[in-house]
């Protein structure tokens, strides 16, 4: 019997579910992305999204300092530090895959760039969720938000090494 048949959601039940725990057992075995893997990501989600390079690169910095496996406090995921509720919206099944991670987090902050047609509000919108940015009229009153945002252009301007990803400092 054809499972998948049965609803056009069975689907999901053949696919694993990714938890913290799952991801940290699948990531011990995993190679680590390099500068030259990152510099390849980024330009295909630049070139996909019409984003610039330097503010995916700050963005990804900002999140996770490139590390695809990591897991927030709050339970965002990967190098773009995306949500499970986001990932469901935006189709992203693992979070650790980091060209999937990197795609899906430039298409959610090019959503946010034509929902409010500004980056300032586009990077709020990215770290705050656009809800907040629509309650407060602006960037929130809130200091990591005010700080992510500054940390991110504050970022686009600084070199990369010598392969063209992201300087690790």
Same mark, same amino acid.
């Given at each position: ?22 991801? @940290?057992?699948?990531? +011990?075995? &995993?190679?680590?992305?390099? $500068? ?8 295909? $989600? +630049?070139? =996909? ?22 897991? +927030?406090? @709050?339970? =965002? ?17 693992? %979070? ?5 991670? #990197? ?22 919108? /990215? ?6 940015? &629509?309650? /407060?009229?602006?960037?929130? %009153?809130?200091?990591?938000? #005010? +700080?992510? #945002? @500054?940390? #991110?252009?504050?970022?686009?301007? @600084? %070199? ?10």
């Amino acid at each position: 019997m054809d499972v998948a048949a049965l609803s056009p959601h069975a689907w999901l039940l053949l696919r694993p579910m990714v938890t913290p725990e799952l991801a @940290r057992a699948m990531r +011990s075995g &995993k190679a680590k992305t390099t $500068a030259e893997d990152w510099k390849r990501i980024i330009s295909k $989600a +630049s070139a =996909a999204y019409g984003l610039p390079e330097d503010l995916i690169s700050a963005i990804i910095y900002a999140e996770s300092r490139f590390q695809a496996d990591a897991v +927030s406090p @709050r339970g =965002a995921q990967g190098a773009m530090q995306i949500m499970p509720g986001t990932q469901k919206h935006l189709g992203l099944y693992d %979070p650790y895959d980091a060209e999937a991670n #990197v795609m899906a987090g430039c298409a959610y902050l090019k959503e946010q760039l034509i929902a409010f047609g500004d980056l300032d509000l586009a990077l709020a919108a /990215y770290n705050a969720g656009p809800g907040n940015v &629509k309650k /407060y009229g602006g960037v929130p %009153p809130f200091s990591e938000t #005010v +700080s992510y #945002v @500054r940390q #991110v252009n504050a970022r686009r301007s @600084r %070199p990369t090494d010598k392969a063209g990803g992201p300087r690790h400092e």
